[in-house]
């Protein structure tokens, strides 16, 4: 009888664990694709398994997020300098519309979050007991968004790619867990036993992750009945035809449109099988009957190195590029699926794993596959370094990228704080490579076991960060502290160095610096020429550590040999046993910039060819320099070139040290020098030699901030060949000026603002200047932009009848030689018409086009139609002995990329109506540039 009483008993908890242990969302979907919308009526049963008792529930309301300009989406997509979605039509934008939530029949009062319209706070009727459920039902109106914001939503083909589409329960432990869609692709909710019934039109097709249990059709109409427990994904392909194809391998059956690289069926099958044993041999099977990857996973998520180069050129076989698809998706979807985690602050556990067995693949399947691939082999690039480098050195040197820069964030900031490329590759990169580090250090495979069991244990439960940690640590009788608190926690840098070895007769002592504050180890390796004798783990290296080792047959010293630690300088960490001439590196001359080889001392040279001037015209030359991919503290650059017009040698040099801060608004101090020879007008030459030193200020709490601020001392020495017939000649043609400015900027898509003040001393003369400027694009897409610049002469002892040093209205002199003018002396023709927003600003070439006493206007913009705007210009000038006088023009401007290609029409000024005057093509001007450096700061801008 108790036997029985006790398993009735069990049955029963077993019961309500079934029914309320386990959240449930009961969906009926109408879709109507003409009027980009979707009827829904959704039943949401919410567990609370914890001990609180809920009177407020919070709901996902994703799809919200594009209901208006201000939503942090909106604001995210600005951040990038993408203007797609606030240039987009009304009814491109997406939103919901919740018409009723209910309880038990009993209406809801519910609201959205003041600056969160995509999370929804719901006040229940009766409270939410712990570890009991609410049952609530709700009626709501998606409008689908244009799929060009996020790449989800609905297509130019009116076919429809689907996240986030429904709404969905917040996640409660103790605290709620919400957040606005950022369009990261991070929402975060607790699993779900999902049942879907979906209404489509009779030409579509339907594509998901979820079990199809039954579909027929009826007045045109499909009707899909979708089915899967224990879900976090909401995916939804609904498209005119058949994109996705299903493939079962080893009883996980992937669905996928991703691009198959023009491979035969059956090659496609063995690279799917090949990747779902490696998934199942390491991670168990999979929870789920299918797997679901889409061609938007990968666009989102690629291989990068892959995608760089055209798809004409075939880097990699076509087979290897299809099978790292797969096998990258596939990984991030497995674990994305499985591992129930916060992904926004937590993301960095499954990026680790992630890209630690991609490597982990490459190793066993491919460990002779370049980095490069078959470039390598090409004659001319095989003598490279890069040539020499194994595909998965590429993650180092990725993250080498943002650390030698010091762009890089910690692994733990959470994810909307990541700037783009740490976000997208350097974090990911270095949390895989770390992973290898650990496994390096701890030995015996204890981490790769680790994670597989870790993995395998908490598949489909709620688990943590913090809960990996304490998991690994139970593995391993070593200490890894640092691992959690230096190298996930951090941005502290790695760097040993071997300082100093002491032969004795039977030993060799060793000293170790760490050059920086943390407590990671460092591996030693003794070698005889190229074989490893030995490797031992140095630990908690604090300044310096000396060790003694026994004497053998070792004639070179090498700190992390085999390059698995993530260090950002390599060139001091060996010490050759044979003497001190062979610790010094040779030289080694590349044509062509390489990666950085820390064995050699590296001499690039790039052959030139450039136009800078109408004066020299078409200059030919080489570049020698020491600049690698990797950004270095001491950088150089000679550039000698023949000007095929003006028949000279010119060129250029320069050298700069830069000096960089962790963790303070101070970003980095840059020492250096620049030099040159050009023309400046026909048969002209000038000389500059310019020292300086610049301080740049960044938001160390925020990097992906656009706030900049810089500081900058500069003496520049200018000499110039004297020409007396020239208009821009003054009596002394050589002269020094000191040059003192402070920059503040915020550059943003909807707001911009940047502004400086400038301070010159010479021995002539010593001048103020003030400039200010802001930029804002308004919700009706109209474009506002103001300038204003002011600048005053301390003291001027320069001749009163040349204008060289005065302050000019619409084209400046450059005295300082800081713009790039093609036709700086030109006083007619189209060279002369090139526009350079300085100083005074103006357009139009007015009678008073200097002032050597002050100056002051305002210049501003708006937009017509699109990229048509009307500018307009006014302004005082005020020279000695004259009173001041009043200024102004106005015209159209054509804004075809801002503060890159703009031309300017002028209409009316002081000179009157000017687009009626004779030689009016001569008053336009225009402003472009053909600088690939600074054409590079378009792309720049959006990923750093």
């Not at 929870?287 to 180069?309: A, E, R, V």
């Not at 029409?905 to 005057?917: A, D, H, M, R, T």
Request: proline share 3%.
């Amino acid at each position: 009888m108790k036997l029985r009483l006790l398993l009735i008993f069990t049955i029963n908890v077993l019961i309500s664990m079934t029914c309320f242990g386990q959240n449930v969302i009961d969906l009926k979907a109408r879709f109507d694709i003409e009027k980009k919308q979707i009827l829904i009526s959704e039943t949401i049963q919410y567990y609370n398994a914890t001990n609180d008792t809920l009177h407020y529930i919070y709901l996902n309301d994703w799809n919200n997020s594009y209901a208006t300009k201000h939503t942090q989406l909106a604001q995210r997509i600005a951040d990038e300098y993408k203007n797609d979605f606030h240039l987009a039509k009304n009814e491109e934008r997406g939103f919901s519309v919740i018409t009723s939530i209910k309880q038990d029949n009993d209406s809801l009062s519910y609201h959205s979050l003041k600056n969160q319209i995509d999370i929804v706070k719901v006040k229940l009727n009766k409270p939410l007991e712990a570890h009991t459920s609410y049952t609530i039902k709700i009626e709501n109106i998606v409008q689908i968004p244009s799929d060009k914001f996020t790449e989800y939503g609905i297509t130019k083909t009116k076919d429809l790619n689907l996240r986030y589409w429904y709404i969905t329960p917040a996640v409660y432990d103790g605290k709620w867990q919400y957040y606005s869609n950022k369009g990261l692709d991070d929402m975060y909710i607790p699993l779900a036993d999902v049942s879907l019934n979906i209404e489509i039109p009779s030409n579509y097709f339907l594509a998901s992750e979820l079990e199809m249990e039954d579909t027929f059709v009826s007045n045109n109409k499909k009707i899909f009945k979708l089915k899967g427990n224990s879900r976090n994904n909401n995916k939804l392909f609904i498209s005119q035809s058949k994109t996705f194809k299903n493939i079962t391998s080893n009883e996980l059956t992937f669905v996928s449109n991703i691009d198959e690289e023009n491979l035969e069926p059956v090659e496609t099958i063995m690279i799917k099988d090949k990747v779902s044993r490696f998934l199942i041999d390491k991670f168990g099977n999979y929870p789920h009957k299918k797997l679901l990857l889409s061609q938007i996973d990968y666009n989102k998520n690629p291989i990068y190195g892959l995608n760089f180069l055209p798809s004409f050129i075939k880097t990699y076989p076509n087979h290897f590029q299809y099978e790292l698809k797969i096998l990258k998706i596939s990984l991030l979807n497995y674990l994305e699926n499985t591992l129930i985690i916060n992904p926004r602050e937590e993301q960095w556990l499954i990026d680790a794993i992630m890209v630690y067995y991609l490597m982990d693949y490459i190793d066993e399947y491919y460990p002779d596959m370049k980095f490069l691939g078959s470039i390598a082999n090409i004659w001319g690039v095989r003598s490279f370094h890069a040539a020499d480098m194994k595909f998965n050195d590429k993650y180092i040197l990725a993250y080498m990228i943002m650390a030698r820069t010091n762009r890089d964030q910690p692994l733990t900031t959470s994810k909307d704080s990541l700037i783009k490329f740490n976000a997208n590759i350097a974090n990911k990169y270095k949390a895989g490579v770390g992973l290898k580090y650990l496994d390096d250090f701890v030995n015996s495979d204890v981490v790769e076991s680790s994670i597989e069991t870790f993995v395998k244990e908490n598949k489909l439960k709620q688990t943590s960060t913090k809960a990996f940690e304490t998991f690994i640590k139970s593995k391993t009788h070593k200490n890894i502290d640092w691992f959690f608190t230096d190298y996930i926690n951090t941005r502290k840098k790695i760097d040993f160095k071997i300082e100093k070895v002491i032969k004795g007769e039977d030993s060799i002592t060793i000293t170790i610096k760490n050059k920086r504050d943390n407590h990671m180890p460092i591996s030693l390796y003794t070698l005889n020429n190229d074989s490893i004798l030995s490797k031992i783990w140095i630990e908690d290296i604090q300044g310096k550590k000396s060790i003694t080792i026994p004497k053998t047959e070792a004639n070179k010293l090498v700190l992390n040999y085999n390059n698995v630690i993530p260090e950002i300088n390599l060139r001091d960490n060996w010490k050759s046993l044979k003497g001190f001439f062979f610790n010094n590196k040779p030289l080694q001359f590349r044509l062509f910039q390489d990666i950085e080889d820390p064995n050699y001392n590296q001499v690039f040279f790039m052959p030139l060819v450039e136009f800078n001037n109408i004066y020299d015209g078409l200059t030919l030359g080489v570049k020698a320099y020491n600049k690698t991919l990797l950004r270095k503290r001491f950088n150089y650059k000679i550039a000698p070139q023949y000007s095929l017009k003006s028949g000279s040698l010119t060129g250029s040099g320069n050298a700069s040290i830069t000096q960089y801060f962790d963790n303070t608004d101070l970003f980095a101090i840059n020492y250096g020098v620049i030099a040159g020879y050009q023309s400046y007008a026909q048969n002209l030459f000038v000389k500059q030699i310019t020292p300086s030193v610049s301080f740049y200020f960044r938001e160390s709490d925020d990097l992906r901030s656009n706030k900049r601020r810089s500081l900058i001392f500069r003496y520049l020495s200018i000499n110039r060949d004297r020409d007396l017939d020239n208009i821009l000649t003054t009596t002394e043609p050589n002269y020094n000026v000191f040059d003192a400015r402070y920059i503040y900027s915020n550059d943003n898509l909807i707001r911009y603002s940047k502004w400086y003040a400038d301070f010159q001393l010479s021995k002539t003369f010593s001048k103020v200047a003030f400039n200010y400027e802001y930029r804002r694009l308004f919700e009706n897409n109209r474009q506002l932009n103001l300038r204003f610049f002011t600048g005053a002469f301390i003291e001027n002892k320069n001749d009163p009848n040349s204008n060289y040093f005065s302050f000019a209205l619409d084209r400046p002199t450059d005295y300082l030689f800081e713009y790039p003018y093609l036709g700086r002396s030109e006083a007619s023709g189209i060279f002369s018409q090139q526009y350079i927003t300085a100083e005074g600003g103006f357009k139009s070439k007015l009678n008073s086009p200097f002032a050597n006493q002050w100056i002051s206007t305002m210049n501003t913009s708006t937009t017509l139609w699109k990229y048509i705007l009307a500018y307009g210009d006014i302004g005082v000038v005020k020279n000695k002995w004259d009173n001041a006088k009043f200024v102004y023009d106005s015209g159209i401007r054509v804004d075809l990329v801002t503060d890159y290609f703009e031309i300017y029409f002028p209409v009316y000024s002081n000179l009157g109506w000017e687009i009626g005057q004779p030689h009016y093509d001569q008053k336009i001007r225009f402003k472009f540039t053909l600088d690939p450096e600074v054409l590079l700061g378009l792309f720049r801008r959006r990923w750093y």
